[in-house]
């Protein structure tokens, strides 16, 4: 996988969250989100063995975060979605980079692009459902569906 | 400038610490094995951050978290059919030969998208080239291989566990399979001389060898000059002796040359593992070892072997090739010969020994084993200590530190008296500095001591 590639989705992720954060003039915390973004891609671009699970948890920080400066929700989800694609790409890249061979490498690579912009889609897709569509329910539906869920839950 | 070039300097070495200690991080959080549980306590917390603020974008933030964890707990699949098969059983190579190695593996279940094959290499093997870790799709009933080369010094080696993770969706959790493999790979010491050595034993077997015996009888150097027997070969008459006495003939007598039986001894003590190289003068007492035995078979004799001290084995006396493969193999410390304790030369069992037979020991440590040397002699063994010099091998690789030159003289010394003792036992002792070639000291030792 290009190394190049990776440095995509943390740019991305660095202008979504920088622009949401100056929108509400809060210089700091975009500042702070620039400097790790840079130490990232450098750590991209040069394999450092930096641990992947350091990187989603700034990303998921930085989201915290705006949502207590009351950064506009849409910033947030489209940062925390491209963050998401670069931490997978760049845990993706170590695994591939862990072995002497990869065979039918493309066919592999594909799936988990698949895989990947599949679960960021929906997610997204289901982030705006639910912050856009307002459903009341009463209690027996409530009950109903728990039930169904624990029904299946037992089946499996 | 200079001032400039030093803050640089310095801050390259911060740098570099900081990310050495990442990295060592990175280890201890493999993403393989952790990943989705650290994933599942980033989720536990954002919820729990959602309910105690009331805040329905923090349960938002969840959404992506929740996906991934769900779909990849449901995406494991079964991997109880994956066989692993080598191609030999046992790996025989000489020392500085490459191990050519194929594992194959089956997949007797479902088709697998993906798997990581990974083989753990024993330590003290190194990879020269191929492929020991593969990513790779496996379809149903259908196989894959790893191929590659490995080397290492002389000894034994389990080959040890292939690991298979199979990934969930986007490789968050693995299905994980280990399969052990009972696959050794023998590296056996390399002998560089095939010369046969003459030896002057007290003692021969019946069987015609190379080793003058001391008696009359067939042969090549002459022996001596007897009077005539009826039914000598009228060949042999000496003419000149004859001519002196009219009445009497007499013939020329030669050596008879006979095999004999040889034990060689090796002292492993004080050894704690079987990792050989250039720098251990145990390797190059092992390899003294092998150059005698190969040599001591190809003029025919018979040989046993007994290594004593940390690695314990026995191979009784025989000839042949199959005795030469049975005492390299010895000679590979094999780990499973490990003993508990640390056995002594006092332990050799004498009465399996061939009486008045010739004991070569071979021994870097000098001065232990005098009154067991002594008990042998005693009982008229043939003995003879083959001593490689591992304090001049020391004072090689140690010539800096002052205290360490101290010790090393005051070894010196005590070596030279243990040698002295040896003797005045009459024990014959070959100090051999490891740098020179072992094969024309003992050829030369072995053949001029004995006259």
């Given at each position: 996988m290009n190394r190049h590639f990776l440095l995509l989705p943390i740019i991305l992720y660095t202008m979504f969250m920088v622009t949401g954060f100056l929108q509400v003039k809060q210089v700091t915390p975009s500042l702070l989100i620039t400097v790790f973004a840079i130490f990232w891609a450098i750590s991209a671009a040069r394999c450092w063995k930096i641990p992947a699970t350091l990187m989603l948890v700034v990303v998921f920080l930085s989201a915290i975060i705006g949502v207590q400066a009351q950064v506009d929700f849409g910033w947030i989800m489209a940062g925390l979605a491209a963050g998401i694609i670069g931490w997978d790409l760049e845990r993706f890249r170590r695994y591939l980079s862990s072995v002497d061979q990869i065979k039918s490498s493309e066919v592999i690579?594909?799936?988990?692009?698949?895989?990947?912009?599949?679960?960021?889609?929906?997610?997204?897709?289901?982030?705006?459902?639910?912050?856009?569509?307002?459903?009341?329910?009463?209690?027996?539906?409530?009950?109903?569906?728990?039930?169904?869920?624990?029904?299946?839950?037992?089946?499996? | 400038m200079l001032q400039k070039d030093l803050r640089k300097s310095n801050i390259f070495q911060i740098t570099e610490g900081f990310v050495r200690l990442f990295e060592g991080l990175a280890d201890r959080l493999h993403p393989?094995?952790?990943?989705?549980?650290?994933?599942?306590?980033?989720?536990?917390l954002i919820l729990i951050l959602a309910v105690t603020n009331r805040t329905g974008e923090?349960?938002?933030?969840?959404?992506?978290?929740?996906?991934?964890?769900?779909?990849?707990?449901?995406?494991?699949?079964?991997?109880s059919q994956l066989h692993v098969v080598n191609d030999q059983e046992i790996y025989r190579v000489l020392e500085g030969d490459p191990v050519k190695i194929k594992c194959l593996i089956e997949n007797l279940g479902p088709?697998?998208?993906?798997?990581?094959?990974?083989?753990?290499?024993p330590a003290g093997l190194n990879k020269l080239k191929g492929v020991s870790s593969l990513i790779t799709p496996l379809p149903s009933q259908d196989c894959c291989m790893l191929e590659y080369e490995l080397s290492g010094g002389c000894g034994s080696y389990k080959l040890g566990e292939i690991e298979i993770h199979i990934p969930g969706f986007l490789g968050l959790t693995f299905k994980r399979k280990t399969i052990t493999c009972d696959t050794k790979v023998?590296?056996?010491?390399?002998?560089?001389?095939?010369?046969?050595?003459?030896?002057?034993?007290?003692?021969?077997?019946?069987?015609?060898?190379?080793?003058?015996?001391?008696?009359?009888?067939?042969?090549?150097?002459?022996?001596?000059?007897?009077?005539?027997?009826?039914?000598?070969?009228?060949?042999?008459?000496?003419?000149?002796?004859?001519?002196?006495?009219?009445?009497?003939?007499?013939?020329?007598e030669f050596e008879r040359e006979r095999v004999t039986t040889v034990y060689l001894l090796v002292d492993t003590q004080g050894r704690t593992q079987p990792k050989l190289g250039e720098n251990d003068i145990l390797h190059h007492c092992l390899e003294a070892t092998s150059i005698l035995s190969e040599s001591l078979i190809n003029s025919g004799n018979r040989v046993g072997l007994y290594i004593f001290g940390k690695f314990h084995n026995w191979v009784f006396p025989g000839s042949g090739k199959l005795q030469k493969e049975k005492i390299l193999r010895a000679l590979a410390l094999e780990?499973?010969?490990?003993?508990?304790?640390?056995?002594?030369?006092?332990?050799?069992?004498?009465?399996?020994?061939?009486?008045?037979?010739?004991?070569?020991?071979?021994?870097?440590?000098?001065?232990?084993?005098?009154?067991?040397?002594?008990?042998?002699?005693?009982?008229?063994?043939?003995?003879?200590?083959?001593?490689?010099?591992?304090?001049?091998?020391?004072?090689k690789k140690h010539t800096t530190n002052k205290a360490i030159q101290l010790s090393l003289r005051t070894a010196h010394i005590e070596r030279k008296m243990a040698i002295r003792c040896l003797g005045e036992s009459s024990i014959p002792v070959l100090n051999w500095q490891v740098d020179s070639p072992f094969e024309l000291i003992a050829s030369r030792f072995l053949g001029t001591y004995w006259k």
């Open positions: 690579i594909k799936r988990h692009l698949i895989q990947l912009f599949g679960l960021v889609g929906i997610s997204t897709l289901i982030s705006v459902l639910s912050l856009h569509v307002t459903l009341q329910l009463n209690m027996y539906l409530v009950i109903f569906l728990i039930c169904a869920f624990l029904l299946i839950k037992i089946e499996r | 393989e094995t952790n990943f989705g549980s650290f994933v599942s306590i980033l989720l536990y923090y349960l938002v933030l969840s959404i992506p978290l929740l996906l991934l964890i769900y779909v990849s707990k449901n995406s494991i699949i079964d991997v088709e697998i998208k993906e798997m990581k094959i990974t083989k753990h290499l023998l590296i056996l010491p390399r002998v560089a001389s095939k010369k046969g050595l003459v030896l002057r034993p007290h003692r021969v077997r019946p069987q015609t060898g190379n080793n003058p015996s001391r008696q009359g009888g067939d042969g090549i150097e002459l022996f001596g000059v007897r009077e005539y027997r009826p039914g000598d070969p009228l060949r042999y008459i000496n003419g000149r002796a004859s001519a002196r006495h009219p009445r009497s003939l007499f013939i020329q780990t499973g010969n490990v003993s508990t304790w640390n056995t002594k030369l006092a332990d050799l069992p004498t009465r399996f020994l061939t009486p008045r037979s010739l004991i070569i020991l071979l021994s870097p440590i000098m001065g232990t084993e005098l009154s067991m040397l002594n008990s042998l002699k005693g009982r008229r063994y043939q003995v003879l200590v083959i001593n490689p010099d591992e304090i001049d091998f020391q004072e």
